[in-house]
T-cell receptor, first 114, second 112 residues
Framework: KQEVTQIPAALSVPEGENLVLNCSFT??????LQWFRQDPGKGLTSLLL?????REQTSGRLNASLDKSSGRSTLYIAASQPGDSATYLC?????????????FGKGTSLLVTP | DAEITQSPRHKITETGRQVTLACHQT?????MFWYRQDLGHGLRLIHY???????NKGEVSDGYSVSRSNTEDLPLTLESAASSQTSVYFC???????????FGQGTRLTVV
């Protein structure tokens, strides 16, 4: 069974810092990996999607990398802002013969202080 | 814009009652999913469907059922609600080519 781990579980940084969130998974036979943001009491917002054949994806101040062979992904947030405060979830989708559902990590709770 | 909507957003029900949570998507996605989110467990898969008339059990399917009569809707039914089913429920759909998943806003269910 695919296990997804996110480190750290919580992180507090001052505004303006660059930061890295880590995600690891046990089975490298993935179809894609997706990073989500979840605000308290809200749904999941897709941030970045990386296909298994890709190494990284960028959107604005966010950059996600994927090293499938080592079972790792990182989410890099540049010049953090208080509005970035949220929980960040990493999820992997297995290859199609295991279904299209996502396996989630438990998230990293980020607080950016002014 | 295409979207995925869940209703109700909040519900309180009594133990033993049947409850149905609605999920409607306008993405025209074939793949739809139900997850529950609990502290300490993260999101776990309940049921999923790859198209009309197709339904499959996920990791935590006991006590739940789904039906898929059209592309847009995947209602989740709790046959006899239990306190252990108090949770936040999320519906999702995924795009066939890229596999990108999109989530609804969630339904907070409390079973008393």
């Amino acid at each position: 069974k695919q296990e997804v781990t996110q480190i750290p579980a919580a992180l507090s940084v001052p505004e303006g810092e660059n930061l890295v969130l880590n995600c690891s998974f046990t089975d490298s036979a993935i179809y894609n990996l997706q990073w989500f943001r979840q605000d308290p009491g809200k749904g999941l917002t897709s941030l970045l999607l990386i296909q298994s054949s890709q190494r990284e994806q960028t959107s604005g101040r966010l950059n996600a990398s994927l090293d499938k062979s080592s079972g790792r992904s990182t989410l890099y947030i540049a010049a953090s802002q208080p509005g970035d405060s949220a929980t960040y979830l990493c999820a992997v989708r297995a290859n199609s013969n295991s279904g299209y559902a996502l396996n989630f990590g438990k998230g990293t709770s980020l607080l950016v202080t002014p | 814009d295409a979207e995925i909507t869940q209703s109700p957003r909040h519900k309180i029900t009594e133990t033993g009652r049947q409850v149905t949570l609605a999920c409607h998507q306008t993405w025209n996605h074939n793949n739809m999913f139900w997850y529950r989110q609990d502290l300490g467990h993260g999101l776990r898969l309940i049921h999923y469907s790859y198209g009309v008339q197709d339904t499959n059990k996920g990791e935590v399917s006991d006590g739940y059922s789904v039906s898929r009569s059209n592309t847009e809707d995947l209602p989740l039914t709790l046959e006899s609600a239990a306190s252990s089913q108090t949770s936040v429920y999320f519906c999702a759909s995924s795009e066939g080519t890229t596999g990108e998943s999109f989530f609804g806003q969630g339904t907070r269910l409390t079973v008393v």
